[in-house]
């Protein structure tokens, strides 16, 4: 299989646990886009069910497939949220924010009774920090907000480039609340609990790309198939 098709098996081993009735919440990214596309099949087909997306993207693509919305105003309580990770380690901890969406995926998953990650087999680490933590910060104030993830960063041993995100056109990135993502080249992160905690004490920091303690679960798909992780 190509990590596309690994992507769409997860998916679609996820896709199992939706039953109607289910006030789910959509995320964000390449991997959900497919648990998007397996659900408007369903819903074609007569299942029912009311979604809250996490991004733009995702609204429009489940709105254009069909698919019941509705917001966290309305429905501010969810039973199940299915997302995909850019890193799924120990204890089912994550790194998201790779796409851009992680405030809006962690108020979503805040709300869900559940939450579910759909990943290919490669997303699977020992360690968190491989691939860089994104960290949403305000414009305003930027280059305090830098300093201090820079030392928080230091008094926990991590070091690393931290990278303001881009576009390909070379026009920084601004998140769909109108924010910047400030990406750390960590490489690993013994405690993650601890940067979390430290990351939440600066003003400028919106929200940070380490999600520990949402998922119940993780459908992994690699060449000899999809398995399913559980919690410690």
């Known amino acids: 299989m190509t ?3 690994m992507k769409r098996e997860a998916a679609r081993a996820a896709l199992a646990h939706v039953e109607s009735g289910m006030r789910l919440g959509l995320g964000h990214g390449s991997t959900t886009k497919h648990f998007v596309d397996l659900l ?9 069910v009311i979604c809250v ?3 733009e993207f995702t609204h429009d693509q489940a709105k254009g497939l069909g698919i019941p919305l509705t ?3 309305e429905t501010p309580e969810l039973d199940l949220a299915v997302d995909g990770a850019d890193e799924i380690g120990p204890a089912l901890g994550l790194i998201k924010g790779g796409g851009g969406a ?14 579910l990650v759909i990943a290919d087999e490669s997303k699977v680490v020992p360690v ?13 104030g930027f280059g305090a907000t830098r300093a201090a993830v820079e030392r928080i960063a230091a008094k926990l041993g991590l070091s690393g480039e931290l990278r303001l995100r881009h576009q390909p056109d070379g026009l920084v990135f601004v998140t769909d609340g109108g924010h910047h993502i400030l990406d750390c080249h960590f490489q690993q992160i013994p405690d993650p609990a601890a940067l979390a905690a430290g990351l939440s004490t600066i003003p400028g920091v919106v929200e940070h790309g380490l999600f520990l303690g949402y998922a119940k679960g993780a459908y ?3 060449s000899s198939g999809v398995r399913f992780i559980g919690p410690a």
């Open 3 to 5: 990590p596309d098709d």
């Open 40 to 48: 408007g099949e369903k819903v074609r087909d007569g299942l029912d």
């Open 53 to 55: 997306p996490a991004s």
């Open 71 to 73: 917001t966290l105003d």
């Open 102 to 115: 992680l405030l809006r995926e962690k108020i979503v998953a805040a709300a869900a009774a559940s939450m």
């Open 128 to 140: 968190l920090g491989r691939f860089p933590l994104p960290v949403e910060v305000i414009p305003f």
């Open 220 to 222: 992994v798909a690699g």
